[in-house]
């Protein structure tokens, strides 16, 4: 030996643990020669190498850069130590007791070698739709308990056949330690459920689709509901037996060329649909889309993904033609994940169900993110949970659960600097929606060592989760106010603390005064906030019967403007006006349902959110013109009045739906710059937060953005975590976090 010898001990974490690091290491050791061991432990994964100098040098450069595709490596810290004659590399059992932050990983689409074996006809894999190895598969929707580990995921009741077993154990193989590793031989089975008769059950129900049927298909979080999206026939009959009027269905395409012809693909769209994750990817819809008009009714956007599943390849590489592929529910229920209640609750829906025989755990819903102008993530669920969120600083001083919102709602549990924010649990309206809420809770502490002393939760007292909240004995609990929840959210994800202008714009949020609040100018960092300004209130006539029926919101516009309602809304406009069963409301989400029924555009709506999606589909871009609307005061109030008695001349003159859209979203988004812009040079800040559902808005969120940009503003806009109210645990969390400190 010409080289000196040299042992180094090299700490990394992140996300090192159940992605392949130890292998990893373990033949990158042996590439370069070099003795030692490697193990994972509490903080991430130990390895000390020994051997030529040069050796170690390139050992700790090519460590990070070299990894596996889903290790995140955080930091690598290296020391050196006393050689001790070492030469072979081995992988030493885990070092037990605190667990490590991140024990597991997020579900991940099927890897490019798993697809070439899984399309391979002399592979022992080929067309065998559970294909998946430590680069891909199943992860957080098949775990039961931690350590990550196949005793504790759905796959324990299957038993590794010699072939399977050989590679799990192999440290050379790409499927050393991949936990859900099967085979036709050993590992779960596809069946068709209505023909008995079909062979190869995938093909069959290729065919079937092909034919018009509509199948209930067990996916990886849960089932979807599948039909071929040219269909009108089929599509609508799926809307009339789901029950679900207007709102859009998401589409799978066989490939990225076929989802190019549904959706607008630049590179960051293209980088969406193709990653890790695939979550639905929300774009603009081709004009001449081949799809029925069922699909997506009056909406500027459609929602493709690719296939993520190797049964989702085998089952659109046959059918050769984008499907409808929904949560498989009725109406407003959860996600069906189990095989009896998936069956009941689909009887009347589905005429075929494809389904599998490896338990789902966790019940977890596509994601939907928007690549452009900006990533906006407006369902965080498969794919990205459960990757941890860091808290600024130094995190939260005690375990702590923040129980977030009513609808929309995620949860967040927090230890350290480690916030994990959960899986989609949808509205907290229902039992099965309220069950999957305790025992997500019950299942996020002890997957993450979470024992929560802290209890963060929304100060709305009628919210399933508030109330989940008040119940839990000897804890200490955090009442967080809605939008400064958004606010925080916001600024932690970004790694600030403030202060800022947050201008949080969305539907509903309980108010300090007790009010409904939802048009909210605040001043404020994580810690505390000051409400500096609002859209001026209006009555909310009839209370949450005016958030389904828009109509209800023109009429009180117009009777706060001091217009006579037409004779039909006469009782409403009566309501309105003295008060009864009408709380008082600064909702710039209410504002924008007014000016879609004023328009013409909708009066009534079959899903949160709708009225104002359909207003910003409905904008003529060759419109020039915008409304008058008063910004002023102190504290400052966005006034629309005279926008209103605009808009109803305008509507009596007959101008188009389009051109009133165009001007009110020119209107709202100036408004918004220059009570921005004059509330942080009041404040001597440069910082503005743009957060809540209404700028789940494309249009009006990028030109708030722009325009402050413009101004010399630095925009904060949530990337990370939800623009809506999915991202309201994390920000309860924050603001917990930072009151312990
Ligand atoms: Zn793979
Ligand atoms: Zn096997």
């Given amino acids: 030996m010409n080289a000196v010898a040299r042992r180094a001990r090299v700490r990394v974490t992140g996300t090192v643990q159940g992605v392949g690091f130890r292998p990893y290491v373990y033949r990158l050791a042996g590439e370069l020669s070099l003795g030692g061991y490697v193990l994972n432990d509490a903080h991430g994964v130990l390895i000390e190498v020994e051997g030529a100098d040069a050796q170690v040098d390139r050992f700790i450069a090519r460590l990070p850069s070299d990894a596996p595709p889903l290790a995140v490596v955080e930091h690598v ?46 592979d022992r894999r080929h067309r065998y739709p559970f294909i998946n190895c430590t680069n891909c598969g199943p992860r957080f929707t098949i775990v039961r308990g931690v ?31 991949a936990q859900p590793n099967a085979c036709p031989v050993c590992g779960p089975s596809v069946r068709l459920i209505g023909d008995s008769s079909a062979d ?62 549904l959706i607008s693909v630049d590179a960051p769209a293209r980088a969406l649909l193709t990653g890790p994750e695939r979550p639905i990817v929300l774009a603009p819809r081709q004009p001449d889309a081949p799809v029925a008009p069922s699909v997506a009714p009056g909406a500027p956007e459609l929602g493709v993904m690719l296939p993520y599943s190797p049964l989702h390849h085998l089952l659109l590489a046959d059918v050769g033609e984008p499907l409808v592929m929904t949560s498989a529910n009725v109406s407003d229920e959860p996600i069906a994940y189990r095989d009896e209640d998936a069956r009941e609750r689909l009887a009347g829906i589905a005429n075929l169900f494809l389904v599998h025989d490896r338990p789902i755990e966790t019940r977890t819903d596509d994601s939907v993110v928007r690549a452009v102008p900006r990533r906006t993530i407006l369902r965080r669920s498969r794919g990205y949970v459960p990757t941890a969120v860091h808290l600024p600083g130094a995190g939260t001083a005690r375990p702590l659960l923040a129980c977030g919102a009513e609808l929309k709602n995620t949860f967040c549990l927090a230890r350290g600097t480690h916030a994990w924010v959960s899986h989609h649990i949808g509205d907290l309206e229902n039992y099965e929606t309220l069950r999957s809420f305790a025992e997500g809770i019950e299942h ?22 508030t109330k989940y909240a008040l119940d839990l004995d000897g804890v200490e609990l955090v009442g967080v106010q809605h939008h400064h929840a958004h606010l925080a959210a916001c600024l932690a994800e970004h790694g600030e603390r403030g202060p800022a202008i947050g201008a949080i714009f969305d539907g509903t949020g309980y108010g300090l005064d007790g009010t409904v609040w939802g048009g909210e100018l605040l001043y404020g960092d994580i810690a505390a906030f000051r409400r500096v300004g609002a859209l001026a209130p209006v009555a909310l006539p009839g209370g949450a019967r005016a958030i389904q029926q828009p109509w209800r919101m023109a009429c009180a516009w117009l009777v706060a403007s001091g217009i006579e309602p037409p004779a039909a809304w006469r009782p409403i406009a009566e309501l309105a006006r003295s008060g009864l069963a009408s709380p008082r409301t600064t909702s710039m989400g209410r504002l924008f349902d007014a000016v879609a029924a004023l328009a013409g555009v909708r009066s009534e709506v079959n899903y949160e959110g709708q009225a104002a999606i359909e207003l910003e589909a409905a904008c003529d871009f060759a419109e020039p013109g915008a409304y008058p609307i008063a910004v002023g005061g102190a504290p400052l109030v966005i006034d629309p009045r005279e926008t209103i008695r605009a808009i109803a001349a305008d509507a009596a003159a007959g101008r188009s739906a389009g051109a009133i859209a165009r001007r009110f979203h020119r ?43 413009d101004a010399g503003l630095r925009v904060l806009v949530p990337e990370r975590l939800p623009v809506n109210d999915g991202g309201i645990a994390f920000g309860q969390a924050a603001v917990a976090a930072v009151s312990l400190a």
């Fill in 77 to 122: 810290l290296t020391e050196d130590r006393p050689p001790r004659g070492d030469h072979g590399f081995v992988i030493r059992e885990s070092v037990g007791g605190e667990l490590p932050d991140a024990p597991i990983t997020p579900d991940t689409a099927t890897c490019e070698d798993c697809l070439r074996e899984l399309f391979d006809p002399a």
């Fill in 147 to 177: 350590p990550y580990d196949r005793a504790l995921t759905t796959m324990a009741a299957f038993t590794m056949c010699a072939a399977c077993r050989a590679e799990y154990e192999d440290p050379g193989d790409r499927r050393f330690h």
């Fill in 200 to 261: 190869d059950p995938v093909t069959a129900t290729a065919g079937a689709l092909t034919s018009g049927a509509i199948v209930g298909i067990k996916g990886i979080g849960g089932y979807h509901l599948a039909c071929l999206a040219a269909s009108e026939r089929t599509v609508a009959g799926l809307r009339a037996r789901k029950h679900r009027e207007d709102k859009p269905f998401a589409l799978m395409a066989p490939s990225l060329a076929v989802a190019e012809a």
């Fill in 444 to 465: 996020f502490s002890r997957l993450f060592a979470v024992e929560p002393e802290v209890v963060a939760h929304d100060l709305h007292p009628e919210y399933l989760s």
């Fill in 667 to 709: 209107t709202i988004a100036r408004a918004a710059v220059e009570a921005c812009v004059r509330l942080a040079g009041a404040h001597a800040t440069e910082v503005v937060v743009l957060s809540g559902g209404v700028f789940q808005s494309r249009l009006l969120l990028e030109s708030v953005s722009a325009a402050l940009t």
